[in-house]
T-cell receptor, first 114, second 114 residues
Framework: NAGVTQTPKFQVLKTGQSMTLQCAQD?????MSWYRQDPGMGLRLIHY???????DQGEVPNGYNVSRSTTEDFPLRLLSAAPSQTSVYFC?????????????FGPGTRLLVL | AQSVSQHNHHVILSEAASLELGCNYS??????LFWYVQYPGQHLQLLLK??????LVKGIKGFEAEFIKSKFSFNLRKPSVQWSDTAEYFC????????????FGSGTRLSIRP
């Protein structure tokens, strides 16, 4: 298994541009989440999904959209990038609503918005 | 809504010193508690987790944590740290029977002097 994969690894955007951060997992996990990591603020939950077709907002959802058309993929869209969205983005997945399960993280996407 | 506080932002220790990192959470119901570690340049890995039962949880690499319900705390400990423990440590919480969201603290950077 490849685990949780994210593309791209690095991206530079200009203010106002749009882009999609890709996340895929091959472990048949139901739950997937997007976090952003900023210095001194830890990881903050952006959006999460508990299964295909089901998404919900996390702590900091503004400026981001998600969809979950398949179990494997959970893309994160920035419709109009802002410098405040400069961050490292992590995708994570776990099997489901089972309290024993571990959450697995992808390698991250480093985004710079100029 | 649940929240997590990590009051130690940066801890500096010498090798062989004992370690205790503080974590306090806010949630009124049943909680699931986690400690994750992020080594330099790597993504997050699970150190240990608490769901129920024995409040003293043992994890990988000699780490342990104690859940004290009356204090809403889940502090991480290690009796003797090594230089390789240099990393950032995150406490996280999910709450209730659904446990669909995992919320992270702001992290504690641990630096070990050789």
């Amino acid at each position: 298994n490849a685990g949780v994969t994210q593309t791209p690894k690095f991206q530079v955007l200009k203010t106002g541009q749009s882009m999609t951060l890709q996340c895929a997992q091959d472990m048949n996990h139901e739950y997937m989440s997007w976090y952003r990591q900023d210095p001194g603020m830890g990881l903050r939950l952006i959006h999460y999904s508990v299964g295909a077709g089901i998404t919900d907002q996390g702590e900091v959802p503004n400026g981001y959209n998600v969809s979950r058309s398949t179990t494997e993929d959970f893309p994160l869209r920035l419709l109009s990038a802002a410098p405040s969205q400069t961050s490292v983005y992590f995708c994570a997945s776990r099997i489901g609503d089972t309290r024993q399960e571990t959450q697995y993280f992808g390698p991250g996407t480093r985004l710079l918005v100029l | 809504a649940q929240s997590v506080s990590q009051h130690n932002h940066h801890v500096i220790l010498s090798e062989a010193a004992s370690l205790e990192l503080g974590c306090n959470y806010s949630y009124g119901g049943t909680v699931n508690l986690f400690w994750y570690v992020q080594y330099p340049g790597q993504h997050l890995q699970l150190l240990l987790k608490y769901f129920s039962g024995d409040p003293l949880v043992k994890g990988i690499k000699g780490f342990e944590a104690e859940f004290i319900k009356s204090k809403f705390s889940f502090n991480l400990r290690k009796p003797s740290v090594q230089w390789s423990d240099t990393a950032e440590y995150f406490c996280a919480v999910s709450g209730g029977s659904s446990a669909s969201k995992i919320i992270f603290g702001s992290g504690t950077r641990l630096s070990i002097r050789p």
